[in-house]
T-cell receptor, first 111, second 116 residues
């Protein structure tokens, strides 16, 4: 089982819709969770971090964490064509260690 | 916000040559830097973890004699790809973590290496 799993997509949504991205992780002791956005040919940029169970909102983005289910999600409200990118879920198992990335989900927002 | 730079952004070299990539934290001290590699349509794979003043820790399958990492100061880490071959062509990305107590890592813009 891969450490961090994501559906590779592509996920296609119309402009203005809600995009829902999902991620599961295998190591139950993981303590920090991140969503990064990566445009083609560019390095990842941080969108959200979440450390405790529940929801965390930042603008149009909401991250959700359920440690019992080992599940992290990202909701993007009012999706825009500029949101079209690959979204990477990443996990840190122990403080100070490196990010472990999923393969990413490709999101396509059509106008 | 925290800024990490990488140089060069793109390099093309002949097979057998060595290439050095620099990673700098511009506005914070990076106690730990990480080097990742990304092949087309794949995710980032961790190559090594570098702590200032100590030897890097390499991931399984990454040759430490081929990918030389130096982290001589709190703002600079270098990755040298020695005797590069076409299969080393990839997107190399560094990230840096400060000592603020959070686990947040900040990524450099990446270096596209093409070995002919």
């Amino acid at each position: 089982q891969k450490e961090v799993e994501q559906n590779s997509g592509p996920l296609s949504v119309p402009e203005g819709a809600i995009a829902s991205l999902n991620c599961t992780y295998s190591d139950r002791v993981s303590q920090s969770f991140f969503w990064y956005r990566q445009y083609s040919g560019k390095s990842p940029e941080l969108i959200m971090s979440i450390y405790s169970n529940g929801d965390k909102e930042d603008g149009r983005f909401t991250a959700q964490l359920n440690k019992a289910s080992q599940y992290v999600s990202l909701l993007i409200r009012d999706s825009q064509p500029s949101d079209s990118a690959t979204y990477l879920c990443a996990v840190i198992r122990r403080a100070g260690t490196a990010l472990i990335f999923g393969k990413g989900t490709t999101l396509s927002v059509s106008s | 916000g925290a800024v990490v730079s990488q140089h060069p952004s793109r390099v093309i070299c002949k097979s057998g040559t060595s290439v050095k990539i620099e990673c700098r934290s511009l506005d914070f001290q990076a106690t730990t830097m990480f080097w990742y590699r990304q092949f087309p349509k794949q995710s980032l794979m961790l190559m090594a973890t570098s702590n200032e003043g100590s030897k890097a820790t390499y991931e399984q399958g990454v040759e430490k004699d081929k990918f030389l990492i130096n982290h001589a100061s709190l703002t600079l880490s270098t990755l040298t790809v020695t005797s590069a071959h076409p299969e080393d062509s990839s997107f190399y990305i560094c990230s840096a973590r400060g000592d603020s107590g959070t686990n947040t890592q900040y990524f450099g813009p990446g270096t596209r290496l093409t070995v002919l």
